[in-house]
């Protein structure tokens, strides 16, 4: 047995570098240790349990509540070349005394039960086992402040406290602060270390429309998905009547579409969802009780034709789109009426405040003005530096201003009511309100009783979300939603740090505003050849279907794209491709390479891009006066390509070529010039004294750090 990580990660996975975290989470693994990992889905959970279990001699046992992710990452594992199973509701009485005779013998490294099926046989033939681990996957299904909460994961205590000498691992793409230590004590991890992962997928862009008439959306819809055809997407709604009235929609307009909802008999759903993952079937219009666990790392596109109800499920409905890591859309519609809808459905179940305060979030989260990624980190307990320029507001931004004494009042409000109050009662401080709650706890006494008065409740709620937006505030859902200053917030605070707040958006402001076309960012450094990425599509389809898997479970659309790019007819070549492991490299690496020779042979040299030239260059270490040389150009055209790499997030150090007191020249030449991107101007306006190179480096530094 092979006890090196890197080692199975390259020969068994395919990949050349573990993920952030993955390796230190398998390390404390194979040290006996227990985990909390806390990732975004597609973030690379798996791979933390799955490395230890080929390493350790014993079994590794797998809890997950969803039997379509067992299936799916047996399916996966198995392809690899991993000895795994699945014991679930889904499989005969016959097919469950194999895979229990397999486990008894040792013939199985990973096996995947649903915490029902581990509790009914916990006391039997499992406790038999040799059991070297136990992951514990959606693990906030066990906190009553997770979205999803199931009584049956509750029992999975008393399985760990039967096991005091393995290592448990809780594995999960969204639980907030609350939920989190509610995990930890439902589960009875021992000295577990949290383990966060960033929750930023850059590569999903996200748009939200507001307020859309019924048939506007739906022909809108159409017209996005006709751009898309072809390519998977899910379409997520509130009712059951809503899946099927979109899905006959876009039938009638031509499209691959089935709906999905828990009204439907099981075969039948079981049947929809395997043409979906399949590729059978492209778009898929459900409710939320579909995706739950699927790994299908194609879909392109994810629509929710509805306000989903908390961040939490929106974070993870999003996260269904782009697993692979290549550009995917999210497009989010809403309007009050969801708000109302399901703020009715909340009032009768439980933790109702607390689902109504997250379903405020989600409102304050359509309704914001500021970059929606911040806004998604921040409620994770991450903060991006930068907006990410990959959603509607940063492409289209509102009018903002310095709000630091803003800022400053409804943090100095909060600090003074010990940080236990809510929105609204900071409110009625502000703007010093005779209401009697403010009076019986004497809050009419603190300096900041009044000080914001001139400002209407409305306009201060809409400035607090947005603190709270730009992780200046955390709403503790736990502590009956009292407001807490973060360490960003106390610098504000303390007047060490500026705020940017927006002008609250008028309806008709809304209705005016002009979105812009959207701007995809690109994954891939080489140029795709489209040609040659869907014969081998065509490949992967017909393979899958002779061994009766999803055909991402073949390769990926990515592993795909980079045979595409790099056209590899060796089998040296063909592993360095990232998703090839041995065992796919000896079941597949020959038919692809086939079509890959053959194309080579009749196919021409496709150009590489001259900027992507210039930045071939510049990886090699020359510099821009060398580029220009080795290239026959002119060095300001050098500088152009390196200011456009530069700006579409490629890693070039633009402020080696250019002082900072250049750039600070431009920087007011440009702002008298009217901030139009024209060097001549600007050049003038410096008596050309600063060259066009250097005044083109200066304002893209500008732009991007601003």
Known sequence: MNHNPQSILKTTFGYNNFRPLQEDI???????????????????????????????????????????LMKDQVQALRGNGIKADFFNSSISLEEENEVIDRAMKGEIQLLYLSPEKLISVSSTWLKKLNIKLVAIDEAHCVSMWGHDFRPEYTQLKVFRNSLPEVPFMALTATADKSARKDIE?????????LFISSFDRENLSIEVKGMVPKKKKLSEISRFVEQKRGESGIV??????????????????????????????????????????NDDTKIIVATIAF????????VRW??????????????????????????????????????????????????????????????QFAEAKSCRRK??????????????????????PPKDFDGTILAQKSLSGIARMGEKEGITILINVLRGSNNAEVHEKKYFQLKTYGVGKDVSFFDWRDYIVQLANQGLIEIMYAEGSALKITRMGWKVLKGEKK???????????????????????MVDDGEVNQDLFSELKKLRYSISREENVPAYIIFSDKSLKQMAVDLPVTENQFLAISGVGMNKMEQFGEEFMEVIKKFKDVAKPVKIPTTLETFNCYKEGLSPQEIAEKRNLQITTIYSHLSQLYSEGKEVELEKFVEPKTVDKVRVAFNETGREIALKPIYEKLNEEVSYGEIRLSIALILKNE
Do not use: W
């Open 302 to 363: 994810v629509i929710h034709y509805n306000l989903p109800k908390n961040l939490e499920g929106y974070y993870q409905e999003i996260g269904r789109a782009g697993r692979d890591g290549l550009p995917s859309e999210t497009l989010l519609y809403y309007n009050m009426r969801d708000f109302v809808l399901y703020s009715q459905f909340a009032e009768d179940g439980a933790n109702s405040a607390m689902q109504k305060e997250k379903l405020s979030r989600m409102l």
């Open 375 to 396: 806004i998604l980190l921040s409620y994770f307990g991450e903060h991006l530096a930068e907006n990410c320029g990959n959603c509607d507001v940063c492409e289209n």
């Open 291 to 298: 995706g739950m666990g699927i790994d299908k790392s194609n």
């Open 499 to 521: 705020v940017k707040l927006t002008y609250p958006v008028t309806a008709e402001e809304k209705e005016k505003r002009k979105k812009k076309p959207k701007v995809v960012r």
């Open 26 to 68: 398998i390390d404390r693994t194979l040290e006996g240790k227990d985990s909390f990992v806390l990732m975004p889905t597609g973030g690379g959970k798996s791979m933390c349990f799955q490395i230890p279990a080929l390493i350790f001699e014993g079994i590794t046992i797998v809890v997950s509540p969803l039997i379509s």
């Open 236 to 277: 997520y709604c509130l009712s059951r009547k809503n899946t099927e009235e979109v899905a006959a929609y876009l039938n009638e307009e031509g499209y691959s579409v089935e709906f999905y909802h828990a009204g439907m008999n099981p075969e039948e759903r079981e049947r929809v969802q395997t043409e979906f993952i």
């Open 185 to 193: 004590e439902q589960l009875g991890l021992r000295n577990s270390k």
